[in-house]
């Protein structure tokens, strides 16, 4: 195993996911794990991620001498790196140029870390206000870029690396090499982990934390997520596990009935549909607030557990779908970063919730959670559905969300559905969406005069949610989409497409 120290760097878990897509697994721990725990874990190489802070903050994060001097390899990575040369007795300071994404690496030493790349000009990605500007006589430079004399070092007996460019991030183009390099060369893995090793791994777990008792919730969303979550607890405790289906009114058109007509069945899991789309539309009457809206919506999935546990008797666990972007958008995972939005499931629980947490999927991307399905035999139409998030249609009205403005974006969304499938683009993109503005305009309808409402439609192609690019879609099929929502929707007299990626933006609107 390498163990991942978390600086609160938006990237580190794409740290780990380079290494197991090496076949090499690894865990992701605070930076200020404690150090018996840490010795405890025996890993074969530690990783120091990159962070926010600068090593000359005050209170900057920091790791103690004994992780550096434990005998086990130590990559430190941008901020990772700082500390490393610091702890050495080096000197860092605000470089002139601050670096921001693509650089020339130049390799000086091809050999441990950089072996068998191909060429000794190296595209890498950087993001760091701060370098090293004077290593310490047990630390030797092995590239360098035109900002950063010291753009990747080693110590003398080959046990230190430091790296200031981010070499998990697809940009650095021999990035996922390096990171090989260090687990196999410098670690001395042998790269036979699998995710079906992973869904084993969970299995046990779950069984060893719920015990031989107590029994699961778990609210099924029709997405892959909570499929997959539940498929991996239904394999660790058969009938002690619950599943439910909340109609939160919030759902696009068709979902009910399809999860009504067998999907659980094809899941082999028992499931109870609940009605609660009055309770829902009613919390969220006169909210306009997105992080509200998340909130409450959130807050309102709990009561619904809560109410169903109380019904069943001795459920002292509640399961969720919860994937890695949803944690590191909410909330920092096991180390500082910061918020983006909070995912319903995540920021939006209450503080004081009576069920405890099971979310085996937690550290994973959404292609590893489907890769998991499949390992788990699951069937293609669940385990490729369409991403659609826990809030439903109120992250995709702007403003108040209301039954009339439901109804609208509904019909809208179900054209958007139809065309794109219909075009057979639904397994290509990552998401094809309608979302209803808060904003109406002008416009002629026959002879008439039209105040009414804007549609945008939003297509994205993305391989994690991380980030992504909006969809070239053809303009004959933008045409359709245009065509048929106004003609047919009640309310839009115009429909625009929305052309910004993530970052800046985010894919849904709220
Ligand atoms: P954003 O809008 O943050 O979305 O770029 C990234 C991916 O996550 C989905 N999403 C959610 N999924 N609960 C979920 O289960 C949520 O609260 C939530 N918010 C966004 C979104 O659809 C996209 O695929």
Same mark, same amino acid.
């Given at each position: 195993?390498?163990?991942?120290?978390?600086?609160?760097?938006?990237?580190?878990?794409?740290?780990?996911?380079? /290494? $197991?897509?090496?076949?090499?697994? @690894?865990?992701?721990?605070?930076?200020?794990?404690? /150090?018996?725990?840490?010795?405890?874990?025996a890993p074969k190489g530690?990783?120091?991620?990159?962070?926010?802070?600068?090593?000359?903050?005050?209170?900057? #994060?920091?790791i103690r001498d004994e992780v550096l001097s434990a005998g086990c390899p130590v990559l430190g990575i941008c901020y990772g790196m700082y500390l490393?040369?610091?702890?050495?007795?080096?000197?860092?300071?605000?470089?002139? &140029?601050?670096?921001?994404? #693509?650089?020339?690496?130049?390799?000086?030493?091809? &050999?441990?870390?950089?072996?068998?790349?191909?060429?000794?000009?190296? #595209?890498?990605?950087?993001?760091?206000?701060?370098?090293?500007?004077?290593?310490p006589p047990s630390l030797r430079a092995i590239a360098h870029t035109a900002n950063s004399p010291y753009a990747a070092v080693r110590s003398l007996d080959g046990r230190l690396w430091g790296v200031q460019f981010h070499p998990e991030v697809a940009h650095t183009v021999a990035g996922a090499q390096i990171l090989r390099n260090f687990a196999y060369n410098i670690c001395g893995e042998q790269g036979d982990w699998k995710l079906k090793d992973f869904a084993e791994t969970k299995i046990a777990e779950i069984r060893e934390r719920v015990g031989e008792r107590d029994q699961v919730l778990m609210g099924l969303s029709g997405g892959v997520d909570s499929a997959v979550a539940a498929a991996l607890i239904s394999?660790? /405790?058969?009938?002690?596990?619950?599943?439910?289906?909340?109609?939160?009114?919030?759902?696009?058109?068709?979902?009910?009935?399809?999860?009504?007509?067998?999907?659980? @069945?094809?899941?082999?899991?028992?499931?109870?549909?609940?009605?609660?789309?009055?309770l829902f539309l009613r919390q969220l009457a006169g909210v306009i607030d997105p992080e509200q809206k998340r909130r409450i919506i959130g807050h309102t999935f709990i009561e619904v557990f809560e109410r169903e546990a109380h019904r069943l008797e001795g459920i002292r666990f509640l399961g969720q779908g919860t994937l890695y972007p949803d944690v590191i958008e909410s909330i920092p995972l096991k180390g500082p970063s910061v918020t983006i939005k909070t995912h319903h499931n995540v920021g939006g629980l209450p503080e004081r919730m009576r069920l405890a947490l099971i979310e085996p999927l937690r550290e994973l991307f959404k292609d590893e959670a489907r890769q998991v399905g499949r390992e788990l035999g699951l069937p293609d139409e669940i385990v490729e559905a369409e991403p659609f998030p826990g809030p439903g249609l109120a992250v995709?009205?702007?403003?108040?969300v209301t039954q009339e403005r439901l109804t609208v974006l509904r019909?809208?969304?179900?054209?958007?559905?139809?065309?794109i499938r219909a075009a057979g683009l639904a397994s290509q993109l990552w998401q094809?969406?309608?979302?209803?503005?808060?904003?109406?305009?002008?416009?002629?309808?026959?002879?008439?005069?039209?105040?009414?409402?804007?549609?945008?439609?939003?297509?994205?192609?993305? /391989?994690?949610?991380?980030?992504?690019?909006? &969809? $070239?879609?053809?303009?004959?099929?933008?045409?359709?989409?245009?065509?048929?929502?106004?003609?047919?929707?009640?309310?839009?007299?115009?429909?625009?497409?929305?052309v910004t990626p993530k970052p800046p933006a985010t894919i849904e609107w709220e």
């Open positions: 195993m390498i163990l991942i120290l978390d600086f609160g760097s938006q990237y580190t878990q794409l740290i780990a996911r380079r /290494l $197991r897509e090496a076949g090499v697994y @690894a865990e992701i721990y605070p930076y200020n794990l404690e /150090l018996d725990r840490l010795f405890k874990l530690v990783i120091l991620s990159g962070g926010p802070a600068s090593v000359y903050q005050e209170q900057a #994060p920091d490393l040369a610091h702890h050495l007795g080096g000197r860092s300071a605000r470089a002139h &140029a601050r670096e921001y994404g #693509p650089a020339t690496l130049v390799i000086d030493e091809a &050999a441990g870390l950089f072996e068998g790349l191909n060429g000794h000009d190296q #595209p890498v990605w950087m993001s760091h206000g701060d370098r090293v500007e004077a290593i394999r660790a /405790l058969g009938p002690r596990l619950h599943c439910v289906f909340v109609d939160t009114g919030l759902l696009r058109a068709g979902e009910r009935q399809r999860i009504e007509q067998g999907f659980a @069945a094809r899941l082999r899991i028992e499931l109870r549909v609940v009605d609660a789309a009055e995709r009205i702007v403003g108040e019909a809208a969304d179900q054209i958007v559905m139809e065309e094809a969406f309608a979302v209803l503005l808060a904003l109406k305009s002008v416009g002629v309808m026959g002879d008439e005069r039209s105040y009414d409402n804007v549609i945008a439609v939003r297509a994205v192609r993305s /391989l994690d949610g991380m980030t992504a690019d909006w &969809a $070239r879609l053809d303009s004959s099929l933008l045409d359709r989409l245009s065509t048929r929502i106004t003609n047919e929707v009640k309310g839009i007299n115009r429909v625009v497409y929305d």
